[in-house]
């Protein structure tokens, strides 16, 4: 498949990471210590842990790190020790800024944009909310001028970073002169719940924290060319897939029907969308969890390396929510300027798709384009994580 697009494109991308590590076996063990070691639950836990696909994750709360007696977010048997939602609204708006920030900075450095120069900005976000909100505190953080147009994208779930990134395309292509900034950022692990519940379990072993951000425009050259984007609501699905505001955070039901879902309803979507234009050679699969990964390679018949981009990131990372798409798009770069993915046209075209809240599927078609921008590039050093 050889993507037939114009010059609207990715021209620079940043990604961020809170300080603190979450190594799986460690969090594991601390789980199941708290859940009593040798009961069902501890027993599921440590299952979902391991085949969760994840190694480490970062998170923005320390907290998390100490022993299951003195975590607050543990099922230690002390219910009034538990952070209520306005604590953990008051660690989302300290900790989301500077790191979304931290992630735009990257992004406007390897494209050589100056904030100055962006247009339009669209933050991301579903895990926290606050007032004056993000959007604000960036555009004063990074200098933008006070006429930049800022458009906030809220609780859209997994596949929002993709709904950014279609919404920008369409701007540069309405606009020419557009320079548009999108910054993902998700806190995820603030609405850890202590709770022994299977569902709780699941979200407690896959989901980490950080920061993405990618600069949108018509300018020539670029990473990533934009092509036709593409959004799909699967049918009778609503309650699949849900975040419902709590008295500690936000209560996440993820049905385990998910994976099978996706595997059934993507493929002759994509068909569909597709046409004669056959299968892409290059994906970027929004690793929402292992079993997702694992059941659009089976029903797409892709190949391990097809799907190696975004289980790395899975693996390394775990699942960041909005902000994930673009550690798999700076894979995917990592991938294909190191030789280990090819760069011919047909193998270097390919599609991204994500998944959120409906349950739904952003899709756009992509092709790797790797030239630099006439302003340059900062030092790779730029482009390492936080």
């Not at 599921?44 to 970062?58: D, H, L, N």
């Not at 100490?66 to 002390?78: D, H, I, K, S, T």
């Not at 979200?203 to 949108?216: I, K, L, P």
């Not at 056959?278 to 029903?299: E, N, Y």
Request: aromatic share 6%.
């Amino acid at each position: 498949m050889k993507l037939r697009h114009g010059n609207i494109a990715i021209q620079g991308i940043g990604t961020a990471l809170p300080p603190h590590r979450l190594d799986q076996e460690d969090v594991a063990a601390r789980l199941s210590d708290a859940l009593g070691g040798q009961g069902d639950s501890a027993r599921w836990a440590r299952r979902i842990f391991k085949q969760s696909g994840v190694e480490r994750r970062y998170t923005c709360e320390p907290n998390l790190l100490e022993a299951a007696g003195l975590c607050r977010y543990a099922v230690n048997g002390n219910p009034e020790g538990v952070p209520t939602t306005a604590e953990r609204m008051l660690v989302y708006e300290r900790e989301s800024v500077p790191l979304a920030r931290q992630a735009a900075e990257r992004a406007l450095a390897d494209s050589g944009t100056s904030p100055s120069d962006v247009t339009h900005l669209i933050a991301v976000s579903c895990t926290g909310q606050f007032l004056p909100g993000l959007d604000v505190a960036l555009a004063k953080g990074l200098g933008m001028r006070p006429d930049v147009r800022r458009i906030p994208l809220t609780f859209l779930g997994c596949a929002a970073g993709l709904t950014g990134i279609r919404l920008a395309r369409d701007l540069a292509e309405g606009d020419p002169s557009a320079v548009v900034l999108v910054v993902c950022v998700e806190l995820c692990t603030l609405h850890i719940q202590p709770s022994d519940d299977r569902q709780a379990l699941y979200a407690t072993a896959f989901f980490g924290d950080g920061a993405s951000a990618c600069v949108v425009s018509g300018s020539g050259g670029g990473l990533f060319a934009l092509g036709e984007g593409r959004t799909v609501l699967f049918p009778d699905s609503e309650g699949e897939m849900a975040w419902k505001l709590g008295p500690t955070g936000f209560d996440l039901y993820l049905s385990a029907g998910i994976p099978r879902l996706i595997g059934q309803v993507v493929p002759p979507r994509l068909g569909e969308w597709l046409g004669a234009d056959g299968k892409p050679g290059l994906w970027a699969i929004h690793p929402g969890g292992r079993g997702i990964v694992d059941a659009l390679q089976t029903s797409l018949d892709l190949s391990g390396e097809e799907t190696s981009a975004s289980r790395t990131v899975l693996r390394e990372y775990g699942n960041l929510s909005s902000a994930t798409l673009l550690f798999v798009f700076q894979e995917l770069r990592r991938k294909l300027e190191s030789g280990a993915l090819p760069r011919d046209p047909e193998s270097a075209s390919g599609v991204a798709i994500a998944f959120g809240p409906g349950v739904g599927a952003e899709m756009m078609k992509i092709a790797y384009v790797g030239e630099t921008p006439e302003l340059g590039r900062e030092a790779p050093a730029a482009l390492a994580h936080g």
